[in-house]
């Protein structure tokens, strides 16, 4: 249990991101794709009614004992959080108003933001453009693990740590791999949401702030959900560097599992990603795929040639921004 895993770098690669080549020519052979993008019109009724169930949650959780507060917070509360994450995500490509309302998706993800506890929509906005753009990008693609994380995470229990920390190393992560200015949506997005836990904690106290705080943090680290995760992009077979997973955890996560379609076409919304498998299903059956998050989360830990190393990496061009 105690052995080491035999990577020790990086999968370095010298070739372009697949997904640009097979966007192009999945689009050629069936245009029809294109009248899946747009926004989704259901998206922002869905996650509404999320967060005004977790508000609903704060105040039936205001007088509970603290272990019901953190059975709670992991076995409901955080799952929604971490719904309301990947919702986030979506929003984040303008799938909740369109391209033309661009201005309305950032102040909705801030919306969505509130039962999370933690400022957290306007700075994964700022990085995420990075990950589709510069997949794998070295110092570009803050998904990627530091060197020290592949060094040192490197035996099953290690590993095992690092995934119930995985929410402390994607908040820090930015900051020493590429650190960028700090924006007036981040400030803002930060001064809504301490103001709306100021907010719960003055009419039902601290419990509710825990409560949400804690859900988040508990699961986006060790949890079934969290496969995704380890299942989008790291390396479980050579040469593969994006991974779908087509199973049932997909209804809780925005279709967030359909991961070669959203890399392949980014502005179509997670209802509308298994269409594109269905459509162009000879670009994706084919392909390996993950059928359970929680296998991804077991052999990740007890595989001793995965790790944090075990993503492609390569060396990208910055694009000029128009």
């Known amino acids: 249990m105690g052995n080491r895993v035999t990577r020790e770098d990086f999968e370095w690669v010298y070739t372009e991101q697949p997904h640009t080549q097979?966007?192009?020519e999945i689009l050629a052979k069936y245009p029809e794709i294109k009248t899946l993008m747009g926004p989704d019109p259901h998206l922002k009724w869905i996650v509404s009614g999320m967060v005004f169930m977790q508000l609903l949650a704060c105040y039936l959780v205001k007088d509970l004992s603290w272990k019901w507060i953190f059975f709670w917070a992991y076995a409901f509360g955080g799952c929604i959080n971490h719904s309301l994450t990947l919702a986030i995500h979506d929003i984040s490509h303008n799938v909740a108003f369109g391209n033309k309302q661009a201005k309305w998706n950032r102040w909705f993800a801030v919306f969505a933001n509130l039962p999370i506890g933690i400022p957290y929509s306007a700075s994964f906005k700022k990085y995420h453009i990075d990950h589709h753009r510069y997949l794998g990008?070295?110092?570009?693609d803050v998904d990627i693990p530091t060197d020290f994380e592949g060094w040192f995470f490197c035996t099953p229990l290690r590993k095992l740590l690092w995934l119930f920390l995985q929410p402390l190393f994607y908040s820090l992560r930015p900051l020493y791999v590429n650190p960028k200015a700090i924006t007036q949506?981040?400030?803002?997005?930060?001064l809504i949401q301490f103001s709306v836990d100021l907010i719960i904690y003055y009419l039902w106290g601290l419990k509710p702030v825990i409560y949400l705080i804690a859900g988040t943090i508990l699961c986006l680290g060790f949890h079934p959900i969290s496969g995704h995760f380890i299942a989008e992009h790291y390396m479980f077979l050579k040469g593969y560097e994006t991974y779908s997973y087509y199973g049932p955890l997909n209804w809780l996560t925005f279709n967030?599992?359909?991961?070669?379609?959203?890399?392949?076409?980014?502005?179509?919304?997670?209802?509308?990603?298994?269409m594109v498998k269905k459509i162009a299903a000879e670009y994706y059956d084919n392909l390996p795929h993950h059928q359970s998050w929680i296998r991804v989360l077991w052999d990740f830990v007890?595989?001793?040639t995965l790790g944090p190393y075990s993503r492609v990496k390569r060396l990208c061009k910055l694009a000029k921004e128009s």
């Open 22 to 24: 097979r966007r192009k």
């Open 137 to 140: 990008g070295d110092s570009l």
């Open 256 to 274: 967030v599992g359909y991961h070669m379609e959203h890399h392949d076409f980014p502005s179509i919304p997670g209802c509308r990603l298994p």
């Open 185 to 190: 949506m981040e400030i803002l997005n930060a």
């Open 302 to 304: 007890f595989d001793d």
